[in-house]
C-alpha cells in the first residue's frame, strides 16, 4: 500500500481494536530503515527506540494507544499471501484480550 503518498491517521482511535501489534526479539531495526514504520497508516504508532541488547542499532516499538490492528505492518496476509510488511517476522498481533492479560488493561 501507499502509505508513503497518503496522509496518515493522526488522532487516537476511539474503540479498542481486537487485535494489536506487539515486537518481538527478532527485530533488528531494519539497519535504520525500517519497513514497518513506512507500511503503518497511523502517525507516531510505530518509532524507534534503543535496543538494549544490540546498542549500535536499534529496534521498533508499537504504541498500543494508537494501533488499530491494521496488519499492514506484518507479512502475512490471508490465504498465505504476502504482504509488504516486516521481513524478519518480528511482529505479533495478539488478541486484545491476551494483550491486556500480558501488558494490562489499555487505558480508555
Ligand atoms: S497493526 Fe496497523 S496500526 Fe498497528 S502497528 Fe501494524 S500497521 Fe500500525
Ligand atoms: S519490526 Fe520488522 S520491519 Fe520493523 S524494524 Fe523490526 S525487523 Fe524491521
Redesign the pocket.
Known sequence: MATKEKAKRNVQRKRK?K???VINDACTGCGGSPI?VT????DL??YEVENPDAPAFNRVH?DPL?????????TKGPMDTLLE?CPWDA?D?LPLDAYEAEFGTLPY
Open positions: 481494536p487485535i494489536l501489534a514497518c507500511e503503518c497508516p497511523v504508532c510505530m508499537v494508537l494501533c488499530i490492528g491494521c496488519k499492514k505492518c506484518i510488511g511482529i498481533m
